[in-house]
């Protein structure tokens, strides 16, 4: 039996004390490397190394070819693949400043891959949870197992190194986000952020355009 260890990560609210929240994580374990993991794969099987290898290549040259194509990808046993997209922000130089193009104005060739989406099969979500559900499970970091994570700076005089430290823990931000965790009112958040992002001093940058754009740590 194999077993996983986990914690409890306690993450302290630094504008609001008594809203600190309270997740579990498992402890990293490593990488299975791909030799590895197709030699495990040739073991269950009985299939040849080398066989199982191009199939796995054929299958990713395939997948990103019909995602590159608009279409989504069904993996059987595994689940969906599609792909997401934004509207790439060109800059212009005039006079030492920098300004962006009309971002109302469509063109085709500003469109950018911008991530890959994956939706579980359920099956696979199941044989997933079968696996975990015969691991000994075991907590780790002490008898109580909890790690504490708060702000280096519990007096907020830089809003955009809490900006940073939020970005640290969510794949992006939106300008409600920095508007709650800085305490600014929503427009002065919005206008902040657009005099902001594109300075490489602060180490955030946008992505998206208009009422979709997010921001992401650069």
Known sequence: ???IEYYKLEQRNILDPENNRTVHRLKHKGRV?????IKEVEHRSGYNESIITGVLVGVAEELAE???????????GVGYFSIGVRMKSDKKQTEGEATETDDKTPDARRLRLDHINFRKNKDFYKAVDDYFDKQKISRVYGK??????????PQVKNRMIVAREF?????????RDYAKITGLSYS??????????????????AMGEGSHRVYILR
Request: glycine share 8%; hydrophobic share 35%.
């Open 1 to 3: 039996m194999n077993e």
């Open 33 to 37: 490397e791909g030799k590895d993991f």
């Open 66 to 76: 019909q995602l590159g194509r608009g279409f989504s990808v069904e993996l059987p």
């Open 144 to 153: 109580e197992g909890v790690r504490i994570k708060k702000s280096k700076y």
């Open 167 to 175: 970005l640290a823990d969510h794949p992006f931000m939106t300008v």
């Open 188 to 205: 002065a958040a919005q206008r902040e952020l657009r005099d902001s992002w594109d300075n490489p001093a602060y180490g955030i940058t």
